[in-house]
């Protein structure tokens, strides 16, 4: 009876054992299976980004002022390399024996050094190594030196072999195959080498400065997460898997002949990867407009910190023993942020001009695509795929060829200066053109200096660093405006005597003696007593609030999208300035012809203020065409209160500039100058600056009847009257060939 009882007590045993047996077989095959076959995946499955193309910039006619070109970067995917060359594998196992890395050099220059460590180990030796993870995963890289796709072969043979059997035998017959596979990998790094113009040694150095940067970012995260020493290999290695397939970049600008064989095919030495990448050129021919243009460099430190911060962020929370929902949220927007839309230091990012300004648009959005691969990295499927967004063309209202005429006349010039073309109605900016004009290759090797060895890093027709005074240009603002509001009849007369007006020290001068003259010759003639006492009658508010009115002493947003949501400009467009503080009978009537309380303002305001006259409408001008699909918002204008009848009295004034006898830009003032046979409403300046030399204006409108476009023409400090610095130069912009429709425009009055 007894032993009947105790055959029962082993039969129920035997059916408990077998039950919890059944039990996890289910559990494992049923329950479990979806994770597992999902943590299966993960460790085959490999990602990278995609890049994404720079918008272009280019002016009103598709012509390119910058654009990207194809390139090659070639990256460095340790976890590609560790399984899928000889000499990655032969590192690892060594890694994996001693705890120690041995250079990539090292390895494809003597691989029998590994060798001689891995071959002699024992049975005993093998079974000493822990945890017992560490010597699973030396099983397999050893199997897979010795071509296998398992190491199911091998750990059934360790766990019944003597203490004293070698670890792998087979190792001894296959050593010089192994060793014959590394060398042809180091020839073939030699090749790239070569081809990439590099000193022997430098392509594996780079790679294992690569592999030093992960292991660095893993001791790091293992830090952070404390006190871990019963399971430090295996979150070790968990995150290996999440670094060692993070590329690195190796080269960049690669040569494509240099990486073809690898494009052909990847398993030619795996974990060189090369990407198809874009870089930022500017048109060859030509730098034209290269400060406003502006240009990239790479990223600040603040953008790299940024992305630094949300690794280490992540880092955190991928070593935390337990991740709930919210740090899962968590992890897939700091995910989304490092590979599409953060900072590398790789990246090019707008530095200066319009390409700082408007970095956000051009820039896009790097793509994603994430395979599943097999154990030789080979893909099976794509699990994941989003592609990359590129950046937004951005297309400007300037003509480049006109604009490359202005730049290269004004360089002619002893003076520096500016011209501001301005096509009507919307005040589209076909030329904003500065001298000195820098290239980019300048501003490289000698900073902002241009050859003369004036500072250059602010350009004049929107940005000077010294505004100067609009001088008499303003003389027709304030006339039509005044006439049309009956401050003054156009009829009468105003008297001026040179020299004798105002304060005995310090008297306000004319350079005519125009004795009593009427609005019409006064602006024809440029007389400055005329508009003196004109002021007095008009006083300090009235003249602020029209100059106001024709966009003085502010900044006119050219550069933004969207006046309501305005874009920084770097170097920054200046407001110009008013002086409401300092006042007096002498400043007051200094202000009437654009002196004084009117101290600065910019060749692309003047030129505003001309088309707001022309259009008796104040409309900001504009640079920005569109952004991809969308197009510039702006207001319709404010109008002015100037009369048609007033506007026609003062246009014919405007058109006498240019002709005999008594414009101040009429033939025969200069040398060749003639400026008689074209339909210009005009008006010269001559501010005059305290302790510097006179600087000269031009600025007006054409055809004066129906005007289509308006401009303004600056030199500065030229000691010379508005007429002779300003309208030669005028003269020979409109006369250049590229010019020839605009030039027939101003010429007949009507379009071309």
């Not at 790479?298 to 949300?310: A, D, F, I, K």
């Not at 480049?400 to 500016?418: C, F, H, K, N, P």
């Not at 241009?450 to 000077?464: E, I, K, N, V």
């Not at 007006?501 to 004319?510: A, K, Q």
Request: proline share 7%; hydrophobic share 35%; charged share 25%.
């Amino acid at each position: 009876m007894i032993g009947d009882g105790r055959i029962r007590e082993i039969r129920w045993m035997f059916l408990l054992i077998g039950g919890v047996l059944i039990g996890r077989l289910v559990q494992l095959q049923v329950v479990e299976h979806d994770f597992w076959s999902t943590e299966a995946v993960k460790a085959r499955s490999r990602s990278w980004t995609t890049p994404s193309r720079r918008g272009s910039i280019v002016d009103t006619k598709g012509r390119e002022l910058a654009s990207s070109e194809s390139v090659y970067d070639l990256q460095f995917r340790f976890g590609d390399f560790r399984k899928g060359t000889q000499a990655g594998r032969l590192m690892l196992a060594q890694y994996l024996l001693s705890g120690e890395r041995v250079r990539i050099g090292d390895v494809l220059s003597t691989p029998t050094r590994v060798l001689e460590h891995l071959v002699p180990l024992t049975v005993a030796e093998y079974r000493s190594i822990e945890p017992r993870q560490r010597r699973l995963d030396l099983c397999t890289y050893v199997s897979w030196l010795r071509g296998k796709e398992s190491s199911s072969e091998l750990i059934e043979f360790l766990n019944h072999a003597p203490p004293d059997e070698l670890f792998c035998r087979p190792l001894v017959e296959e050593w010089n195959a192994i060793a014959d596979t590394v060398s042809v990998e180091a020839h073939f790094v030699q090749e790239l080498e070569l081809r990439l113009g590099w000193q022997p040694g430098e392509l594996t150095q780079r790679m294992d400065e690569a592999i030093e940067w992960i292991d660095e970012r893993v001791l790091i995260a293992l830090a952070k997460r404390g006190d871990v020493e019963d399971r430090a290999f295996e979150i070790e290695r968990e995150l290996h898997r999440e670094y060692d397939y993070r590329p690195r970049m190796a080269a960049r600008n690669v040569p494509h002949n240099a990486v073809f064989e690898l494009m052909v095919d990847p398993q030619r030495f795996a974990g060189l990867v090369p990407l198809e990448a874009t870089r930022r050129v500017y048109p060859e021919e030509d730098e034209t407009c290269a400060l406003l243009i502006g240009w990239v460099g790479g990223p600040s430190e603040e953008l790299l910190e940024q992305s630094r911060r949300h690794q280490s962020r992540l880092d955190t929370l991928l070593v935390k023993p337990e991740i709930g929902h919210e740090d899962a949220r968590e992890m897939t927007v700091l995910r989304e942020a490092i590979r599409e839309t953060d900072y590398r230091a790789e990246d090019e990012v707008g530095r200066f001009g319009l390409e700082a300004t408007y970095e956000d648009l051009l820039r896009g959005r790097r793509g994603y695509r994430k395979v599943e691969t097999d154990r030789l990295g080979q893909v099976v499927r794509v699990l994941e795929e989003v592609p990359a967004t590129p950046g937004m063309d951005v297309v400007l209202t300037l003509d480049r060829r006109w604009q490359q005429v202005a730049e290269t006349i004004l360089d002619q010039q002893a003076w520096t200066g500016s011209f501001v073309l301005l096509e009507l109605p919307e005040a589209r900016i076909r030329v904003l053109a500065s001298s000195p004009r820098l290239t980019r290759d300048d501003i490289r090797q000698h900073g902002f200096a241009d050859p003369r060895g004036q500072f250059a890093g602010h350009p004049r027709a929107y940005g000077p660093y010294f505004p100067p005074p609009p001088g008499s240009v303003v003389k027709p603002l304030v006339a039509a405006m005044a006439i049309s509001q009956g401050v003054l009849d156009p009829d009468e007369t105003l008297f001026c005597n040179q020299n004798r007006l105002g304060p005995d020290n310090h008297p306000v001068r004319c350079l005519g003696n125009h004795q009593d003259v009427r609005v019409g010759p006064a602006i024809t003639k440029s007389c400055n007593h005329f508009f003196a006492r004109l002021a007095i009658r008009l006083g300090y508010e009235q003249l602020f609030h029209w100059m106001e009115d024709f966009g003085f002493g502010r900044s006119t947003g050219f550069a933004s999208l969207d006046l309501q949501e305005p874009r920084r400009l770097f170097p920054p467009e200046v407001p110009g300035t008013m002086n409401q503080r300092e006042r007096g009978e002498r400043n007051l009537m200094v202000f009437g012809f654009g002196q004084g309380a009117i101290d600065d303002v910019t060749p692309l305001q003047v030129a505003a203020s001309m088309a707001a006259l022309a259009q008796r409408r104040y409309v900001p001008p504009v640079l920005v065409e569109r952004i991809g699909e969308r197009k510039t918002v702006r207001s319709e204008g404010d109008p002015l209160e100037i009369t048609p009848e007033v506007w026609e009295q003062v246009v014919e004034s405007m058109r006498q500039v240019t002709l005999p006898p008594d414009g101040t830009a009429m033939p025969g003032r200069q040398e060749g100058l003639d400026l008689s046979g074209y339909d210009l409403a005009t008006k010269t300046g001559t501010p005059q600056i305290q302790d510097q030399e006179d600087s000269s204006w031009i600025a007006g409108f054409f055809p004066s009847k129906a005007p289509k476009y308006a401009f303004a023409l600056l030199q500065e400090h030229t000691g010379l009257h508005g007429g002779d610095a300003c309208a030669p130069v005028l003269q020979q912009i409109l006369q250049s060939p590229p010019m020839h429709d605009l030039e027939q425009l101003a010429r007949r009055g009507d379009p071309p």
